[in-house]
C-alpha cells in the first residue's frame, strides 16, 4: 500500500495523460465570461474635455514705440567701445538719425508682419507721453476685447526706475519724461501683450504686478464703499489677462558684445532663424562645420513660409522644436494659453525659448510672466543644432555649385522615436516628448502617412492618450484632412476619427460645419472597404446624429439610412451592432427620418436581427425599433399600424436570453407606451380590475400547509451576505428582513388552513413586499399584485401572447410588461416595475378613486409603528378574506414615506378573527388611496404631483455608451489572457494544473477500487434545509442550496465560505445547481422550479456574490402543474413537494445548458448566443425528472415522471429525433445516467429502487439491479462505478457496479450517535470518492472511502 501512495504523488506517473488534459482545459470554451456579464452596462465617466479654446483670441493691434533718439546715448549707460549697435538690422549710424529712426521702425513692423500679417501696426517713434497715450487709447478703443501688444524699444532713454516709470522724451528732445507704468495700465487694458527691450527691464515686470494688485484692492475697497469715487466708473479690465515680456532681469544690462545686434531680445522674437544662425555660427563647434562664414548664412536660399526649402524647412523644424520644448516643460493649461490661443502671442513664446538660450550664453536672464521654467537646457536643443549643423554643410555646395538640397532626416528621426516609445514603454509612464512634432508632419506630404498610422496607435493606448493629442492641438489638422481624396488616408483618418469621437463626442458639430460626415458616409459606402473600417464610420456617424438635429438632417440627406439598411446582414457582428444603433439614433425624435425608414421598411430589415447570434446585436437592434416607435410626432393610422407590428415583433424577445437585450426591450416598449398612453391606461384598469376578482390558484395552496421550509428557529439564523447584483437583488438580503419574513410565515402557519387563501398571500409584508422595489421607490402595483396579475392573465379568456386583433395589442404589451416585471434579472424587472406603475398611476388617478375601492368596505389599519413599509388593508367584518372576496391588492401597499431602518422585532400585523383591526381610526374612511400616511396627508397627497413620474421618455440602458466604450479602449493590445506574462494568465495555468493533479490523484484511488464508504469527514448544520448539494469538481468548496439560498461550505477546513439569497419569488424553491467553467473562473448555475435560471459569481471568497445574468429557461412551467405530477405511494419529504421543478445538464465542451422539468419538452440553451437552440419535445404526458448529455455522441437522456427513460439524438428533427424509449420502470425516475464513454451505458433508478442499465442500442436492459424501496434521492459516480441511494427511512446505501452494498449509513459519527434524518438530496464528488448527504434535520453530512486510500 505504502508503494501506492509513493507513486501517487510522484510526477512521472501519467505524465502523458496530464499533459493532455491540462490541453483540454485550454480548449473549453468558457461561459458567461464576456464583457456584458463583468461590467456594468454603463458609459465611460465623460473626461473634462480642457482641449478646446474657450477663447480663441487675436492680436488685432500693435504699437510699436521705439526711444532711440539716435546718436545721443542715455546718461546712466556706459558703453564698451566697440558696442554693439544693429537695431533692426540696421545700423543706425550708417544714415542721418531721422533717416535711421524711421527705416527702422519699417523694419520692426515688417518683422512683426511675418507673424502676424493681417494685424493694424502703429509706429511711434521717440514719443511724448501724450503721443503714447494717445496711440494706446485708439489702439485699444479699435481692438474692443481683443489683444493689443506693446512693444516698447528703451535703448535711447534711461533705464526704468524702481518706482515703476520707463522713459520717453518732451516735445522738443530736451528731457527724459517718465511715463508710469500704472497709466500704461490704464490706456493699454487688457487683455494685451508687452514686449520691453530695454536694461533692467525685469523692475518694469514687478511694477506692472504691484500696480495690478494695487488696483485689485482698490476696487474691493469702491465695491464695499459706494461713496468712493471709483464706484462710479465702469470696471476696468483685470490685468491677469496681460503677458509680459521682458530682455533682462531687474539688475541685468543688455549685451554688448560688438558681434551682436544691439536689440538682441527683438530679433530673437521677431527674427529667430537669422539669429539662430549667428549665433550658432559664433560657437566654438561651428568651426566643425567648414566653409561656412557669416555672410554665407545671409545667402541661406528659400523663404520663411515654403517648407521645401532650406530656410522654410529650417523654420519649420524650429517650430516644432520648440512647440514641443514648451508642451513638455509647460503645465497643461500654461501651455494651452500661451501656444495655442493667439498665433501671434504663441509666434513670440516660441521664440523667447531661443531668447533665453541665446542671452543666457551673454549673461542675460530673459523674464516672462507668466513666468516658464527654464528650458534653455532641454535635450530638444540638440537636435536643433543637428538640424542646423547638417543644413549649413550643405550650404557652400549648393551656392557655388548649385547642387540640390537634402531635406534633413529630423522628422523621420522623430517619428522612429515616437515609434520607439510606443513599442518599447510601459504602461505609467510619461507622455511621448514628440507628440507635437508629429502634429507638424501631418503637414508635410513625404511622412504624413507614417505620422498617421503612429497617431493612430498612440490614441488607441485610451482615453488619456485622445485627451493628450486634443490637447497637443490635433483637432484642426485631422478635421483639415478630411478634404483630402487619398484613400490611402481612408482607414488611418476613420480609427482616429473613432478614438476621438469614442471619448469627446462634442466634435460631432464641427464635422458637420465642415462637411466632415460626407468623408465617413463615403467610407460607408464603401463596398472595398475592409468591415472594420467601415464599422468606425459607421460609429462616428452614430456619433454624429446623437441627439444632434443638424446631424440628422445632414446625415439624412447623404442617404445614410439606405446606406444602413444595406449593411444589416454583414457577416461582421460589430458592423450589423453599430448599423442598428446609427439608425436608432437618425430617427430618434427626428420624424423625417422615421419616414424614409418607413418607406424603406427599415423595421422589416431590422427584424432579421432580433435573431442574430449575437446578444449585443440583437439589443441594438432592439433599441433601433424602440426609437423607431419612439417618435412624438403626430400618429396617422399607417403609423399606428407599423408599431402595432413592431410591437408584437419585439414581444417575442420576452424570454431571450440575455437580459442585456430584456432591459433594452423593456425601454422600447416604454417607448410604445408613452405614445399610447391612453390605451394603456384602459388596459391597466381592466387587468386591476380583473385581478381583484379572480381566484388565481395558489401555489401554496396544496394539500398540505405544510409546504413551506419549517421556520427556523432565531439563533439559527444565519447572517445571509447582501448581494450586489449592481442594482439591489430583489428582496430579503439583510437578516433584518429575513428575519420579518420567516415571522410572517410563523404567523401564517399558526393562523391554520385559512391563512393560505390566495387572498392573503400578498398580504404579508414578508420578503417579496420588498420584492420589485428599490428601498426609495414608492410602488403602487406591488411585485406580488404584478405576479398575481400575470398569472390571471395566463389563467383567464386571453390566453394566448401573440395575439390577432389590434385593440388587443395593448393587452399584450401589458401582459409582456407583467411577465418583465417577474424577471429574474433585478434590473430589468425593476425598469418594467417603473413602466407598469408609471401607467397604473396614470390610470388610478384618472379613474375616480370610487371605480376602483369602494371606499367604504374597505378599512385601511396599519401597524402601530410608522416604520412599517407597507399597510395593509382588509375588509372590515368578523372573517379574514376568503379567496373569493381576495382584497384588490392595488390597495395593498399604501405607499409609505420609505423607511431606511426597520425595526426587525415587531411581526408585521395579522388581523386577528373578528373584529376591526386596530388603529384604524387613524385614516380617514374616504381617504384618498394614494395619500401618504396620516402624519404626511397634507403636504402633497392630494395634487398628482406629489408623485413621482415613473416613466420619463428618456429612460434609458446606457448600451450605446457602453458600446461606444469599446472604441474608447485599446483595439490592438493583445488581451490580458493571451499576455503569457499576465497575472491573469498565470491563475489560469494554476487552477489548469490543480484541475490536472486533482484529476489524477483521484484517478489512482478509484482505479484501487473503492470497498467502503462511510468514513465522515465533514458535518454541519446547514441554515435551511438542504434540497441540493453539488460538489464543486476541483476545490474543496460545495454548494448547498435551500429553498431560496444557497450556502457554500469548505468540506475540507469545515467551515461556512458563505451564505446569500438566491432572489427566486416566495412561492419557489431552487430544484438544480451547477457549476459552470468549474474548470477555470467558476459560475454556479441555480434553476428554481418557475423556469427561472440564475447566475452567481464571486461566491465563496471574499467579495460579494454578483448576479452575472438571469433568464427564464423554461416559460412555461406553470406553479399550478406542481403537485399534481409525483403520485408516490410513500410519503415524501416536504421540500420535494410537487413535480419535478426544473432539472438541468450543463456541456462545458459546447456551452449547451439543457433544461426541462414540468413541462413536455426539453429545451437547449446555446450560453455564447444566451438563446434558445432547440425544443424537443418529449412525447410524455408527465414531467422530466432527469437530464443527461453526451457531446460526443449528442445523445440526450431523459428520466420521467411516468417511469420512461428516453433517449434523444439532438442532431436530428423536432419528429424523428427521440431514437429509443425504455419503459421498463413502473414508476417515477429518480435519475437517469448516460456514461460519457464512447459506448457508455445509461444507467436509471426509480422511485421504487430498480437499477436498469441500458445499451442506447438495443430495446432492453441489459442488466437489472434492486436496491432499496422508498427512494428519495440517487446519485452515481462518473469515475468510480458507484452509485448511492438515500432513502425516507432515515438511511443511506452505498452500492458497487455489480449491486453490492459497500457501506450502509444510518448514524452520524460522534454527535451522540444521533440518527441521520430523511435524506433529502445527495450527490458524489464528480472525482473524489466523497458523497455529500443533505437531510431534512439541517444536517449536511460528507463520507469518503477510508483514510488509508486517501
Not at 549707460?77 to 544693429?86: E, G, M
Not at 439624412?556 to 457582428?573: F, K, T
Not at 413551506?708 to 447582501?722: C, E, F, N, Q
Not at 367584518?877 to 431602518?901: F, H, I, Y
Amino acid at each position: 500500500m505504502k508503494m501506492d501512495s509513493d507513486l501517487l504523488h510522484s510526477p512521472a506517473v501519467g505524465l502523458a495523460e496530464e499533459e493532455e488534459a491540462d490541453m483540454n482545459d485550454w480548449k473549453l470554451p468558457l461561459a458567461f465570461m464576456k464583457k456584458r456579464h463583468s461590467e456594468k452596462i454603463e458609459g465611460s465617466k465623460a473626461l473634462a474635455q480642457s482641449w478646446r479654446m474657450k477663447d480663441r483670441m487675436k492680436t488685432v493691434s500693435v504699437a510699436l514705440v521705439l526711444c532711440l533718439n539716435v546718436g545721443v546715448d542715455p546718461p546712466d549707460v556706459v558703453k564698451t567701445s566697440p558696442c554693439a549697435r544693429l537695431e533692426c538690422w540696421i545700423d543706425p549710424l550708417s544714415m542721418s538719425p531721422q533717416k535711421a529712426l524711421e527705416t527702422i521702425g519699417a523694419n520692426l513692423q515688417k518683422q512683426y508682419e511675418n507673424w502676424q500679417p493681417r494685424a493694424r501696426y502703429k509706429q511711434s517713434l521717440d514719443p511724448t507721453v501724450d503721443e503714447v497715450k494717445k496711440l494706446c487709447t485708439s489702439l485699444r478703443r479699435n481692438a474692443k476685447e481683443e489683444r493689443v501688444l506693446f512693444h516698447y524699444n528703451g535703448h535711447g532713454v534711461p533705464r526704468p526706475t524702481v518706482n515703476g516709470e520707463i522713459w520717453v522724451f518732451n516735445k522738443n528732445y530736451t528731457q527724459y519724461i517718465p511715463l508710469s507704468i500704472y497709466d500704461l495700465q490704464t490706456w493699454m487694458g487688457s487683455p494685451s501683450i508687452f514686449v520691453y527691450d530695454c536694461s533692467n527691464a525685469g523692475i518694469i515686470v514687478k511694477s506692472f504686478k504691484q500696480f495690478a494688485l494695487q488696483r485689485e484692492q482698490e476696487l474691493e475697497v469702491a465695491a464695499i464703499n459706494p461713496s468712493h469715487p471709483l464706484a462710479q466708473m465702469p470696471l476696468p479690465p483685470s490685468m491677469k489677462n496681460c503677458i509680459q515680456l521682458a530682455a533682462c532681469e531687474a539688475s541685468e544690462l543688455l549685451p554688448m558684445n560688438p558681434d551682436l545686434p544691439a536689440d538682441l531680445f527683438t530679433s530673437c522674437l521677431t527674427t529667430p532663424i537669422k539669429i539662430a544662425l549667428r549665433w550658432f555660427c559664433m560657437q566654438k563647434s561651428a568651426k566643425l562645420v567648414p566653409g561656412v562664414t557669416l555672410d554665407l548664412i545671409e545667402k541661406i536660399p528659400g523663404r520663411l513660409n515654403d517648407r521645401r526649402t532650406p530656410l522654410g524647412e529650417l523654420n519649420w523644424i524650429f517650430t516644432a522644436i520648440t512647440d514641443t520644448i514648451a508642451w513638455n516643460v509647460l503645465p497643461r493649461d500654461l501651455f494651452q494659453k500661451l501656444f495655442r490661443q493667439d498665433l501671434l502671442v504663441a509666434s513670440l513664446f516660441r521664440n523667447f525659448l531661443l531668447a533665453e538660450r541665446i542671452m543666457r550664453s551673454y549673461n542675460c536672464t530673459p523674464v516672462s510672466s507668466p513666468r516658464l521654467p527654464p528650458t534653455y537646457m532641454h535635450a530638444m536643443w540638440q537636435a536643433w543644432d543637428l538640424a542646423v549643423d547638417i543644413c549649413l554643410s550643405q550650404l557652400p555646395t549648393i551656392i557655388e555649385e548649385g547642387t540640390a538640397f537634402r531635406h534633413s532626416p529630423f522628422f523621420a528621426e522623430q517619428l522612429t522615436a515616437f515609434q520607439v516609445w510606443l513599442t518599447m514603454g510601459v504602461e505609467n509612464r510619461n507622455p511621448p516628448e514628440q507628440l507635437p512634432i508629429v502634429l507638424q508632419v501631418l503637414l508635410s506630404q513625404v511622412h504624413r502617412l507614417r505620422a498617421l498610422d503612429l497617431l493612430g496607435r498612440f490614441l488607441d493606448l485610451g482615453p488619456w492618450a485622445v485627451s493628450l493629442a486634443l490637447s497637443v492641438g490635433i483637432f484642426p489638422y485631422v478635421l483639415k484632412l478630411l478634404q483630402s481624396s487619398a484613400r490611402e488616408l481612408r482607414p488611418l483618418l476613420v480609427f482616429i476619427w473613432a478614438k476621438i469621437l469614442a471619448v469627446d463626442s462634442s466634435c460631432q458639430a464641427d464635422l458637420v460645419k465642415d462637411n466632415g460626415h460626407k468623408y465617413f458616409l463615403s467610407v460607408l459606402a464603401d463596398s472595398y472597404m475592409p468591415a472594420e473600417h467601415r464599422t468606425m464610420a459607421v460609429f462616428i456617424l452614430a456619433v454624429i446624429v446623437n441627439s444632434y438635429n443638424t446631424g440628422q438632417e445632414a446625415c439624412l440627406q447623404g442617404n445614410l439610412i439606405a446606406n444602413c439598411l444595406e449593411q444589416l446582414s454583414d457577416p461582421h457582428p460589430l458592423l450589423r451592432q453599430w448599423v442598428a444603433i446609427c439608425l436608432g439614433r437618425i430617427w430618434q425624435n427626428f420624424d423625417p427620418a422615421r419616414w424614409c425608414g418607413v418607406r424603406d421598411s427599415a423595421h422589416e430589415k431590422l427584424y432579421t436581427l432580433l435573431s442574430d447570434p449575437i446578444p449585443e446585436v440583437r439589443c441594438a437592434a432592439v433599441f433601433a425599433l424602440g426609437t423607431f416607435v419612439g417618435n412624438s410626432a403626430e400618429r396617422t393610422d399607417h403609423s399606428t399600424t407599423i408599431d402595432h407590428n413592431v410591437a408584437m415583433m419585439l414581444a417575442q424577445l420576452i424570454n431571450d436570453g440575455s437580459p442585456v437585450v430584456r432591459k433594452e426591450l423593456v425601454v422600447a416598449l416604454s417607448h410604445l407606451v408613452v405614445q399610447y398612453e391612453s390605451n394603456f391606461c384602459t388596459v391597466a384598469l381592466q387587468f386591476i380590475e380583473e385581478e381583484k376578482n379572480y381566484t388565481v390558484p395558489s401555489p401554496a395552496n396544496t394539500a398540505e400547509p405544510g409546504n413551506l421550509t419549517p421556520v427556523r428557529d432565531s439563533p439559527a439564523i444565519p447572517r445571509l451576505r447582501s448581494v450586489n447584483s449592481y442594482t439591489n437583488i430583489r428582496a430579503a438580503t439583510t437578516a433584518r428582513n429575513l428575519n420579518k419574513s420567516l415571522q410572517n410565515l410563523n404567523l401564517n402557519e399558526e393562523g391554520g388552513p385559512a391563512a393560505f387563501s390566495p387572498g392573503n398571500l400578498s398580504t404579508s409584508s414578508s420578503a417579496s413586499s420588498t420584492l420589485g422595489s428599490p428601498d426609495n421607490d414608492e410602488y403602487i402595483l406591488s411585485f406580488e399584485t404584478i405576479d398575481k396579475m400575470r398569472r390571471v392573465s395566463s389563467y383567464s379568456s386571453l390566453n394566448s401572447l401573440i395575439g390577432v386583433s389590434f385593440n388587443s395589442v395593448y393587452t399584450q404589451i401589458w401582459r409582456v410588461l407583467l411577465h418583465l416585471a417577474a424577471d429574474p434579472f433585478p434590473e430589468v424587472s425593476d425598469l418594467a416595475m417603473k413602466v407598469l406603475n408609471s401607467i397604473a398611476y396614470k390610470a388610478t388617478m384618472n379613474a375616480r378613486p370610487q371605480r376602483i375601492l369602494d371606499s367604504g368596505s374597505l378599512t385601511q389599519s396599519a401597524p402601530a409603528s410608522p416604520t412599517s413599509k407597507g399597510t395593509h388593508i382588509h375588509q372590515a367584518g368578523g372573517s379574514p378574506p376568503m379567496p373569493s372576496t381576495s382584497s384588490s391588492s392595488l390597495t395593498n401597499e399604501v405607499p409609505k414615506p420609505p423607511a431606511r431602518e426597520q425595526t426587525s422585532t415587531r411581526p408585521p400585523y395579522t388581523p386577528t378573527l373578528g373584529g376591526q383591526a386596530p388603529h384604524s381610526h387613524q385614516f380617514p374612511r374616504t381617504r384618498k388611496m394614494f395619500d401618504k400616511g396620516p402624519e404626511q396627508a397634507g403636504e402633497d397627497g392630494d395634487e398628482p404631483g406629489g408623485h413621482r413620474n415613473y416613466i420619463c421618455p428618456a429612460l434609458q440602458t446606457g448600451l450605446c455608451d457602453w458600446s461606444a466604450k469599446y472604441f474608447a479602449q485599446p483595439v490592438m493590445k493583445i488581451p490580458e489572457e493571451h499576455d503569457l506574462e499576465s497575472q491573469v494568465r498565470m491563475e489560469r495555468q494554476w487552477r489548469f494544473l490543480r484541475n490536472t493533479r486533482v484529476r489524477r490523484q483521484s484517478r489512482g484511488i478509484t482505479q484501487r477500487g473503492v470497498s467502503r464508504l462511510d468514513d465522515q469527514i465533514f458535518i454541519n448544520r446547514n441554515p435551511g434545509v438542504p434540497s441540493v448539494v453539488k460538489f464543486h469538481p476541483f476545490n474543496t468548496c460545495i454548494a448547498v442550496a435551500d429553498k431560496d439560498s444557497i450556502c457554500f461550505w469548505d468540506w475540507e477546513k469545515g467551515e461556512r465560505l458563505d451564505y446569500f439569497y438566491n432572489g427566486n419569488p416566495r412561492y419557489t424553491r431552487i430544484t438544480a445547481m451547477e457549476y459552470l467553467n468549474g474548470h477555470d473562473c467558476s459560475l454556479l448555475l441555480t434553476a428554481t422550479d418557475d423556469g427561472a435560471l440564475r447566475i452567481w459569481k464571486n461566491f465563496a471568497d471574499q467579495k460579494n456574490p454578483e448576479m452575472v445574468t438571469a433568464w427564464q429557461g423554461l416559460s412555461d412551467m406553470l406553479p399550478t402543474t406542481r403537485g399534481l405530477a409525483r403520485r408516490v405511494s410513500i410519503y415524501l419529504d416536504r421540500s420535494k413537494q410537487g413535480g419535478a421543478g426544473m432539472v438541468v445538464d450543463w456541456e462545458q465542451e459546447t456551452g449547451l445548458l439543457m433544461t426541462s422539468g414540468d413541462v413536455r419538452v426539453i429545451r437547449i440553451w446555446d450560453t455564447d448566443r444566451e438563446m434558445k437552440v432547440q425544443d424537443i419535445p418529449t412525447g410524455a404526458d408527465s414531467c422530466v425528472t432527469s437530464l443527461s448529455c453526451d457531446s460526443q455522441r449528442s445523445l440526450i437522456v431523459a428520466g420521467l415522471g411516468d417511469g420512461s427513460v428516453r433517449v434523444f439524438d439532438r442532431r436530428m428533427g423536432p419528429n424523428e429525433c427521440r431514437v429509443m424509449t425504455y419503459r421498463e420502470h413502473g414508476a417515477w425516475v429518480v435519475k437517469a445516467h448516460l456514461q460519457k464513454e464512447t459506448d457508455g451505458h445509461i444507467i436509471s433508478v426509480s422511485v421504487n429502487g430498480d437499477v436498469r442499465f441500458f445499451e442506447p442500442r438495443t430495446p432492453d436492459s441489459i442488466n437489472v439491479l434492486q436496491t432499496v424501496k422508498g427512494l428519495t434521492a440517487l446519485d452515481i459516480h462518473p469515475q468510480a462505478n458507484l452509485f448511492a441511494c438515500g432513502s425516507m427511512n432515515q438511511f443511506i446505501a452505498v452500492y458497487n457496479a455489480n449491486g453490492d452494498v459497500i457501506s450502509n449509513i444510518k448514524y452520524y459519527d460522534g454527535f451522540m450517535g444521533q440518527r441521520i434524518g430523511a435524506i433529502s438530496c445527495l450527490a458524489f464528488h464528480p472525482y473524489w470518492p466523497h458523497l455529500a448527504v443533505g437531510s431534512n434535520d439541517y444536517y449536511m453530512s460528507i463520507y469518503s472511502a477510508e483514510k488509508r486510500l486517501r
